[in-house]
């Protein structure tokens, strides 16, 4: 099974400044999407960015983007000018496009933001 | 105008009941999902169905019960709850196996007292 790491348990960016969040997987497969999702307070888990692996050009929406290294296996999110809103847990998710019967997740990085 | 609903949001009930969740969605997907989260967030797949058969059945243990009566819904049905049970449990959807992002239900939160 594919697995999905994410090795920072917690992290926290002051308000306006810029964060990484990592994320590192496994397969051994070359036709994958890759997705970060955040779940606020609220719990609703919400989809931030999404990555086809087929795809050189790096995801961006709006404050966020990522860093998709195929060969290196990593995926990390970047948020620029963080706002309060952008406290939550983020998880990296990973899917086969070839046999995805399931999103397999990492164990997830708390972020705060300080005011 | 949800696009995947889950009833109820919270659950509180006793050991050994038996308790449903629903899930219902309306985006035309053919997959949908349940995950448990546990209490460190951990999100772990349980079953997934495709075009209401199921494809993934993870180890779980079989007084959890689901059913797709159609492609928009997919039910999970408790049996004898037990304490170690309570949990965050999603319902998610697809479109179609290697397809895109999922879309996840607000999440159901058992509560087993």
């Known amino acids: 099974a594919q697995t999905v790491t994410q090795s920072q348990p917690e992290m926290s960016v002051q308000e306006a400044e810029t964060v990484t969040l990592s994320c590192t997987y496994d397969?051994?497969?070359?036709?994958?999407?890759l997705f970060w999702y955040k779940q606020p307070p609220s719990r609703q888990m919400i989809l931030v960015i999404r990555q086809e692996a087929y795809k050189q050009q790096n995801a961006t929406e709006n404050r966020f983007s990522v860093n998709f290294q195929k060969a290196a296996k990593s995926f990390s999110l970047k948020i620029s000018d963080s706002q309060l809103g952008d406290a939550a847990m983020y998880f990296c998710?990973?899917?086969?496009?070839?046999?995805?019967?399931?999103?397999?997740f990492g164990t997830g990085t708390s972020l705060t933001v300080i005011p | 105008d949800t696009a995947v609903s889950q009833t109820p949001k919270y659950l509180v009930t006793q050991m050994g009941n038996d308790k449903s969740i629903k899930c219902e969605q309306n985006l035309g997907h053919d997959t949908m999902y349940w995950y448990k989260q546990d209490s460190k967030k951990f999100l772990k797949i349980m079953f997934s169905y495709n075009n209401k058969e199921l494809i993934i059945n993870e180890t779980v243990p079989n007084r959890f019960s689901p059913k797709s009566p159609d492609k928009a819904h997919l039910n999970l049905h408790i049996n004898s709850l037990e304490l170690g049970d309570s949990a965050v449990y999603f319902c998610?959807?697809?479109?179609?196996?290697?397809?895109?992002?999922?879309?996840f239900g607000q999440g159901t939160r058992l509560t087993v007292v």
């Open positions: 998710a990973y899917r086969s496009a070839n046999t995805g019967n399931q999103f397999y």
């Open positions: 998610a959807s697809s479109l179609g196996v290697g397809g895109p992002e999922a879309f």
């Open positions: 397969t051994s497969e070359s036709d994958y999407y």
